[in-house]
């Protein structure tokens, strides 16, 4: 038997980091959306445990530590991507929940889907490759997430689903800087302005509110970004970085960009 399953991907617009000892009560807080985009995963009972990422035999922590914390029996598990790992769309997120739910399936071990949910989230807390992503793949639309020490509580904002644009210029390192002190300060002071620019959300004024975001963290610093999101709002649109990639995400088309949009459903299994 072959279970398969899908979970969308996930772009920040900004975000606030909160620490505890417990990887369960970690996070964040922000804004953030699922994508349509994402990844696939198929799972199978197999003589020793095997992962393997677009179409190459890999390690993977995040997925690893995962499918431990669900069971200790052997499985071949594949995942496919449809957008890079690494560059801003919550990939070690999204690879490793629907990893989770194909297990899951095939196994019969019945974890709700909030379960495994709350195991992903753990396994990105202690591989330092997320603190928020599985919250908007796990729910599905776009998300305020306010809750601290509820990882999965988010109210979903009434905006307008339009098509968006996306273009990849270079992978960030997560774990670099969620775990820097000094980024943290910044990241929570520009997060806590960002919370309260909130009035009637659109995705313009959101995306607006995470350009602010990226500039006044850091973030935002490479000159071929900087340009590209200058020449979307020339012409009218909106657009930032994703959090946190060498990534843009545009309510316009701008050179080198492709469409994607926000999926209204989260995680599932596929038949």
């Known amino acids: 038997m072959i279970a398969r399953a899908f979970s969308p991907g996930n772009i920040t617009l900004f975000f606030g980091i909160y620490n505890d000892e417990n990887p369960l009560k970690s996070g964040s807080i922000g804004v953030s959306f699922a994508t349509t985009k994402g990844a696939f995963a198929t799972a199978q009972q197999a003589e020793h445990k095997q992962l393997i990422i677009n179409d ?3 390690k993977f922590p995040t997925v690893e530590t995962a499918i431990q914390l669900l069971t200790d029996q052997p499985v071949k ?3 496919k991507t449809e957008l890079p790992i690494g560059h801003g769309y919550s990939m070690s997120a999204s690879c490793t929940l629907a990893a989770l739910l194909a297990t899951n399936q095939v196994l019969n071990i019945n974890k709700t889907k909030k379960q495994l949910a709350l195991i992903a989230h753990q396994s990105e807390v202690i591989n330092n490759t997320g603190l928020g992503s599985i919250t908007a793949e796990y729910l599905g639309g776009i998300l305020s997430r ?3 020490a509820e990882p999965l509580e988010a109210k979903e904002l009434n905006v307008e689903h339009k098509v ?3 273009r990849t210029l270079g992978p960030i390192l997560t774990k670099e800087v969620i775990t820097n002190p000094e980024m943290k300060t910044r990241i929570n002071l520009a997060c806590s302005k960002a919370i309260k620019g909130i009035s009637t959300p659109s995705l313009e004024q959101l995306f607006h509110l995470g350009k602010t975001f990226a500039l006044e963290t850091g973030l ?3 000159p071929e970004l900087i340009q590209l999101i200058e020449q979307v709002e020339s012409e009218g649109g909106a657009a930032t970085m994703n959090m946190v990639g060498k990534s843009i995400i545009a ?5 080198g960009s492709a469409p994607i949009q926000i999926a209204k459903q989260g995680a599932t299994l596929l038949t």
């Open 164 to 166: 968006l644009y996306y």
């Open 251 to 255: 309510t316009k088309p701008f050179p």
């Open 56 to 58: 190459k035999e890999a």
């Open 77 to 79: 598990i594949e995942i």
């Open 220 to 222: 935002l610093q490479d």
């Open 146 to 148: 306010r809750a601290r």
